[in-house]
């Protein structure tokens, strides 16, 4: 982001880097076969909508204070998940929620911040939160249904409507300037669509053999994972301190309790 600000441009390459990489693996996988119109439905959800959320979110907060408030989606999933699809209900849910909650506390007690940081980041990555969340319990639905679409390509579909919503937005309000910014944005943002295109075919993976209960805690440990990283490249930028390694723990901890005792 510090080479190319351009959140939705930033955006729109991650997706085509990651749709590429998801499609490969599914021509590997060789089955090119189903109902794929729910997965093109979920995908404007999520990444469309989303990424574009996700990128700014980055942008304007910073990428681990991004992942931590982002770790919340295990609570906001699996409450989907018991209310629409039925998963059982478990009493250290409510622990986790408060484990979650303090450490939203702690990220908010922060004294120290990005020279650069903007709350409305915080708010972007909240409505992430939300719109992944749906996404996983729609896919997790949909496989619960008895879909005959592989995993792979169920992936290719999401990321193909929702990258097509992204570039048509941008192709609308761009014009003919979007060639040149996508040609300055592609160095800058392949390597993150790799990264992302690859967790996406193995999340889909996920969805395919295990409940939302059991999959979305565990990728809420994201949070530690994106301060640590923060922590060995960013240091100068981000500003890692205490209360954000503390609410990351505690987010953390929120979501593995939700999945341990789902």
């Known amino acids: 982001m510090r080479r190319t600000p351009d959140a939705e441009v930033g955006a729109l390459v991650t997706g085509i880097v990651a749709l590429v990489l998801c499609g ?59 209310i629409v699809l039925g998963e059982p209900f478990s009493v250290p849910l409510l622990g986790g929620a408060l484990l979650i909650v303090l450490g939203g506390i702690a990220l908010a007690g922060e004294r120290v911040r990005p020279a650069t940081f903007r709350a409305v980041g915080v708010a972007f990555a909240l409505a992430c939160s939300v719109l992944f ?27 193909a409507s929702g990258t097509a919503l992204i570039a048509s937005f941008l192709v609308a309000t761009r ?25 996406y075919v193995t999340l889909f993976e996920a969805f395919y053999r295990a409940r939302v209960t059991v999959v979305a805690p565990m990728v809420s440990t994201e949070s530690l994972f ?35 005792f789902r």
């Open 24 to 82: 490969t693996i599914a021509l590997v996988e060789g089955t090119w076969s189903g109902d794929l119109a729910p997965f093109l439905v979920a995908g404007l959800i999520a990444p469309g909508v989303s990424q574009v959320l996700y990128v700014r979110a980055v942008r304007d907060a910073g990428a681990s204070r991004t992942a931590v408030v982002v770790g919340v989606t295990p609570l906001i999933s699996v409450t989907i998940a018991m």
């Open 133 to 159: 969340a749906t996404r996983d319990n729609v896919v997790r639905g949909i496989a619960d249904d008895g879909t005959d679409v592989p995993a792979q390509l169920a992936a290719v579909a999401t990321l």
């Open 175 to 199: 014009g003919r300037a979007l060639a040149a910014q996508l040609g300055r944005a592609l160095p800058a943002f392949t390597l993150s669509g790799l990264v992302w295109g690859a967790s």
């Open 226 to 260: 994106a301060v640590a990283a923060a922590w060995l490249f960013l240091r100068r930028h981000e500003h890692v301190g205490p209360r954000l390694v503390v609410g990351a723990m505690f987010v953390v901890a929120g979501g593995v309790l939700i999945g341990v």
